[in-house]
């Protein structure tokens, strides 16, 4: 069934079904937990390890010495596990921060309502009041099955290019360094900051250090953000992570057609640890005029197009299951645009 209730003091809907328990966040929508009904009560999402607050209850000169002054700092705020990244993905430019635009777009710092309930099912809606987007995000369980379908609609009168990330974070218990495995249809990639000079494959990843993506590295490191182009020979990819320990499986399903890249983000520090693997349209970490400077990459595109007062759908699966062994073996591709 569904209910109402509060995770670490903030409002939020929950699922019970007969397999999983699922929460999402009022303020920004956030997938924050995903759990086993029978099994470790482990949470394989990222939770800070500070108190957060509701995004939109933000303050900088309350909240700013705390979580900071800069584009991130509202979206930290309130930042939990799964988030949704709609219009863009990344930080804003001076103009667009100036003018009250934050990272990683509106989607998840705006309050959402609920539209209707079922009893292993809720559907919520969020209007974008800069953006002037209007998204409607229906969650259903179905068995270890957490099926995801969100629509956008475009209130305005023009075509206008759109990014969308669905920026999955992990972190602890679950993130554990030298024993988390992960993996991924992923093939040819980049350090996103630098962009496609310089490419590398699957699992390689660069940051401050150069690492195997396919366990999470027992050397700290921070800011490690790649981007990969997913297999193009497949209709439908995917992501696994894997904690031998509690032999517990999270992984995510999607067409490729709605989201060719995966953008990988890990810190391992004081501060954090995470590992992003977030699914997206688009490995352009920006807004609008970063997006359309490169139409495509590796004859793939880089964003959407979303027509004048029209709609973008977009679905995918995640499920949650314990697992006895996990066998992550090496995909290797010939080149990056493989």
């Not at 997006?291 to 029209?310: C, E, F, H, N, S």
Request: with cysteine.
């Amino acid at each position: 069934m569904t209910t109402h209730g509060h995770f670490q003091g903030r409002a939020c809907w929950i699922i019970n079904s007969s397999e999983l328990r699922i929460t999402i966040l009022e303020s920004g929508g956030h997938i924050a937990a995903i759990t086993l009904q029978n099994g470790p009560r482990i949470n394989p999402l990222w939770t800070q390890n500070r108190p957060t607050i509701d995004s939109d209850q933000f303050d900088p000169k309350i909240h700013g010495p705390i979580y900071g002054n800069d584009s991130e700092a509202k979206l930290i705020s309130g930042l939990a596990g799964h988030n949704l990244c709609v219009p863009f993905w990344g930080d804003p430019s001076p103009a667009e921060y100036a003018a009250g635009m934050t990272f990683h777009g509106e989607s998840n710092i705006v309050r959402w309502s609920e539209v209707d309930s079922g009893p292993d099912s809720l559907t919520i809606a969020a209007t974008l009041p800069e953006s002037h987007l209007a998204i409607r995000r229906s969650l259903e369980c179905a068995g270890p099955y957490l099926r995801v379908k969100t629509t956008v609609e475009n209130l305005t009168a023009w075509d206008r290019p759109l990014a969308w990330c669905e920026h999955v974070t992990l972190g602890p218990p679950f993130v554990e360094p030298g024993v988390t495995q992960f993996r991924a249809t992923a093939k040819g990639g980049f350090q996103t900051a630098l962009g496609p000079d310089r490419t590398f494959l699957w699992p390689l990843g660069h940051g401050d250090i150069e690492c195997d993506l396919e366990t999470f590295s027992a050397k700290p490191h921070r800011d490690l953000v790649n981007s990969f182009l997913l297999d193009r020979s497949l209709e439908f990819e995917e992501f696994s992570a894997y904690h031998p320990g509690y032999k517990l499986l999270l992984g995510y399903t999607f067409q490729r057609s709605e989201f060719p890249w995966l953008n990988v983000w890990e810190n391992h520090d004081s501060r954090m640890l995470t590992r992003g693997m977030e699914f997206s349209n688009t490995p352009r970490h920006g807004t609008m005029r970063k997006l359309i400077q490169t139409p495509d990459l590796w004859d793939t595109p880089v964003y959407d197009w979303i027509d004048a007062k029209g709609t973008l759908t977009k679905s995918f699966t995640a499920f949650l299951q314990q697992h006895p062994e996990q066998n992550h073996a090496r995909e290797q591709a010939a080149s990056p645009a493989t």
